[in-house]
């Protein structure tokens, strides 16, 4: 019976430890290393030790599921094409910020190792017609690459959440929230669409907020965090955060560590 108490109680002891670890998603890659949402960004994010990685993506005119941020490529590059309304194959041959290309998310999959998770936003939320039809595409291609329980999908639009939930029912789903609302407006758009939690930008956070999330079994990620003295700051005033995204996923994780101590 001794034997099966300290058992019992370093289980109890290491389950702790892992509730308490916040999981460093690197924001488009390492995006404050190498242009950001590449395959060179990914692959920095992996080397810094990230415990996930961040990417935007959207369904292009030929039905390619393609990793960029914006809906328009003129910020990275020379040339300026509306990445819904353009092919692919005209995409691919754009040289964008550091001399580098803009991959598919096919190509982001194949070089995830298996223990770090994606979070992928779906940036064309808002667009109409086939162009905002991505998740049959997405979930055909997640079962393909043997990704699917790596996989988070995060999205601005809580209705975009409900439709993955039909094609993704055992993906994470986690409503983006940029602007501060009613936290009982929050959280009841949260349950309404079938989100499993809330990722808010940081001056969203507070007490009420942590308090009601964790009332109705809503996790809680916060973005983009990318000074070493607000995370300090998230990590004591605001227990039980799941996970902080930013673009120097190492030095957010050194901070962390220091934290511990």
Same mark, same amino acid.
């Given at each position: 019976?001794?034997?099966?108490s300290?058992?019992l109680m370093?289980?109890?002891a290491?389950?702790?430890?892992?509730?308490?670890?916040?999981?460093?998603?690197?924001h488009? &890659?390492?995006?404050g290393?190498e242009t950001?949402?590449? !395959?060179e960004?990914?692959?920095?994010?992996?080397e810094l030790g990230?415990?996930a990685?961040?990417?935007?993506i959207?369904?292009?005119?030929?039905?390619?599921?393609?990793?960029?941020h914006?809906?328009n490529?003129?910020?990275?590059?020379?040339?300026?094409?509306v990445?819904?309304?353009?092919?692919?194959?005209?995409?691919?041959?754009?040289? !964008?910020?550091?001399?580098?290309?803009i991959?598919?998310?096919? %190509? *982001?999959?194949e070089?995830l190792?298996?223990d770090?998770?994606?979070? *992928?936003?779906i940036?064309?939320?808002?667009?109409?017609?086939?162009a &905002?039809?991505?998740f049959?595409?997405l979930?055909?291609?997640?079962?393909?690459?043997?990704k699917?329980?790596?996989t988070?999908?995060?999205?601005?639009n809580?209705?975009?959440?409900?439709e993955?939930?039909d094609y993704l029912?055992?993906v994470?789903l986690?409503?983006?929230?940029w602007?501060?609302k009613?936290?009982?407006?929050?959280?009841?758009?949260a349950?309404?669409y079938d989100a499993?939690g809330?990722?808010?930008?940081?001056?969203?956070?507070? %007490?009420?907020?942590?308090?009601?999330?964790?009332?109705?079994n809503?996790?809680?990620?916060?973005?983009?965090?990318?000074?070493?003295?607000k995370v300090?700051? *998230?990590?004591?005033?605001?227990r &039980?955060?799941?996970?902080i995204?930013?673009?120097?996923?190492?030095?957010?994780?050194?901070r962390?560590k220091?934290?511990?101590?």
């Amino acid at each position: 019976m001794k034997q099966f108490s300290i058992a019992l109680m370093v289980l109890t002891a290491l389950s702790a430890c892992r509730s308490n670890k916040l999981e460093v998603i690197a924001h488009r &890659g390492a995006s404050g290393s190498e242009t950001e949402n590449t !395959i060179e960004a990914v692959e920095k994010a992996v080397e810094l030790g990230s415990d996930a990685i961040e990417v935007d993506i959207w369904r292009t005119k030929d039905d390619s599921l393609v990793v960029f941020h914006d809906r328009n490529t003129a910020r990275l590059s020379v040339d300026s094409l509306v990445v819904p309304e353009s092919e692919y194959k005209a995409l691919k041959e754009l040289s !964008i910020s550091g001399n580098t290309k803009i991959p598919t998310l096919r %190509e *982001i999959l194949e070089i995830l190792p298996s223990d770090v998770r994606l979070f *992928i936003e779906i940036k064309c939320c808002w667009e109409e017609g086939e162009a &905002g039809n991505v998740f049959p595409m997405l979930s055909d291609l997640l079962q393909g690459t043997g990704k699917t329980n790596q996989t988070v999908i995060i999205s601005f639009n809580p209705a975009k959440l409900k439709e993955a939930s039909d094609y993704l029912p055992k993906v994470p789903l986690y409503w983006l929230v940029w602007e501060k609302k009613p936290v009982d407006e929050l959280i009841k758009t949260a349950l309404e669409y079938d989100a499993d939690g809330l990722n808010v930008h940081f001056n969203v956070l507070s %007490e009420e907020l942590m308090k009601k999330a964790k009332q109705n079994n809503l996790e809680v990620f916060v973005w983009t965090v990318n000074d070493e003295g607000k995370v300090a700051e *998230i990590r004591h005033k605001y227990r &039980g955060i799941e996970g902080i995204t930013t673009d120097y996923p190492d030095l957010i994780k050194k901070r962390l560590k220091l934290n511990r101590r």
